[in-house]
Nanobody
Framework: QVQLVESGGGLVQPGGSLKLSCAASGSIFSFYVMGWYRQAPGKQRELVATITSGGSTNYADSVQGRFTISRDNAQNTVYLQMNSLKPEDTAVYYC?????????WGQGTQVTVSS
């Protein structure tokens, strides 16, 4: 089983940057596909980015070129570097771990982009 704990959220001005971290506990972390999702008020939870065990990444069009997902298997941690933040990026960000039919979620961390 896997437990996920996100950190790094907060308040930032438009154009600023934040780096989110997701610390995982459990077995065979390196085998999981890791991802970041977000949910804004009144909207459905949406994919932000994923990264496979081999390092292949995928991004939502809305964050392409601004966000970077990475992972450190030795530290059992996945990151989301967010640059050039926009008010539209305001949401609760959730860490996800997936291995086949197994799917785990963190508790979420709030990111607010406002001047």
């Amino acid at each position: 089983q896997v437990q996920l704990v996100e950190s790094g959220g907060g308040l930032v001005q438009p154009g600023g940057s934040l780096k989110l971290s997701c610390a995982a506990s459990g077995s065979i972390f390196s085998f999981y596909v890791m991802g970041w999702y977000r949910q804004a008020p009144g909207k459905q939870r949406e994919l932000v980015a994923t990264i496979t065990s081999g390092g292949s990444t995928n991004y939502a069009d809305s964050v392409q070129g601004r966000f970077t997902i990475s992972r450190d298997n030795a530290q059992n941690t996945v990151y989301l570097q967010m640059n050039s933040l926009k008010p539209e990026d305001t949401a609760v960000y959730y860490c996800n771990a997936n291995l086949g039919i197994q799917n785990y979620w963190g508790q979420g961390t709030q990111v607010t982009v406002s001047s």
